[in-house]
T-cell receptor, first 117, second 113 residues
Framework: EAGVAQSPRYKIIEKRQSVAFWCNPI?????LYWYQQILGQGPKLLIQ????????DSQLPKDRFSAERLKGVDSTLKIQPAKLEDSAVYLC???????????????FGPGTRLTVL | TQLLEQSPQFLSIQEGENLTVYCNSS?????LQWYRQEPGEGPVLLVT?????EVKKLKRLTFQFGDARKDSSLHITAAQPGDTGLYLC?????????????FGKGTLLTVNP
């Protein structure tokens, strides 16, 4: 079974530029998550989709970050304009079940490492 | 805001030694998960504990959930170099029907041959 795919793996941009990340979840997984992991910290949830609807985006900086999952399968996360503090690894995860279970298992992709200069 | 404190932050040991890492919070969690993350990869789930006082074993790894469901520990027996990685605990809080995960900062374990 193929895992969660993400691209690109690495991206270097200058501040105020825009950038987009792509995620393809495991086939059949209804729930998709985007996390931000700053160096030395654990992942922080940015946004969660159930099919193509947003379940939680309370920690997404909506003035510069946006995400979509139009067909309920793959997803894109965009940053515009980027700031220095956006340098981090952006992880995508998916789960078979919705997040309405305490034992819900999330499967993570390898992440995209973003460096903002 | 639910916070998870992990300790120690860094741990470097020799092959064959035993170790324990801790995950503590002042909040109650519906469940707690432990992940291991290797460089350049995403976290991989090791175990989920749901019941207060629950103990789960995975080969040389033993996981325990505190009775009050506020803390957890991970014990590794006879550590091997392949155990090297970042160990993350994540608590599932109950925000209505959505069990959002809150991650700790992790314990970076290095096992030297």
């Amino acid at each position: 079974e193929a895992g969660v795919a993400q691209s690109p793996r690495y991206k270097i941009i200058e501040k105020r530029q825009s950038v987009a990340f792509w995620c393809n979840p495991i086939s059949g997984h209804a729930t998709l998550y985007w996390y931000q992991q700053i160096l030395g910290q654990g992942p922080k949830l940015l946004i969660q989709f159930q099919n193509n609807g947003v379940v939680d985006d309370s920690q997404l900086p909506k003035d510069r970050f946006s995400a979509e999952r139009l067909k309920g399968v793959d997803s894109t996360l965009k940053i515009q304009p980027a700031k220095l503090e956006d340098s981090a690894v952006y992880l995508c995860a998916s789960s078979l079940r919705g997040s309405g279970r305490a034992d819900n298992e999330q499967f993570f992709g390898p992440g995209t490492r973003l460096t903002v200069l | 805001t639910q916070l998870l404190e992990q300790s120690p932050q860094f741990l470097s040991i020799q092959e064959g030694e035993n170790l324990t890492v801790y995950c503590n919070s002042s909040s109650v969690f519906s469940s707690l998960q432990w992940y291991r993350q290797e460089p350049g990869e995403g976290p991989v789930l090791l175990v989920t504990v749901v019941t207060g006082g629950e103990v789960k074993k995975l080969k040389r790894l033993t996981f325990q959930f505190g009775d009050a469901r506020k803390d957890s520990s991970l014990h590794i027996t006879a550590a091997q170099p392949g155990d090297t990685g970042l160990y993350l605990c994540a608590g599932a809080g109950s925000g209505g029907s959505n069990y959002k995960l809150t991650f700790g900062k992790g314990t970076l374990l290095t096992v030297n041959p």
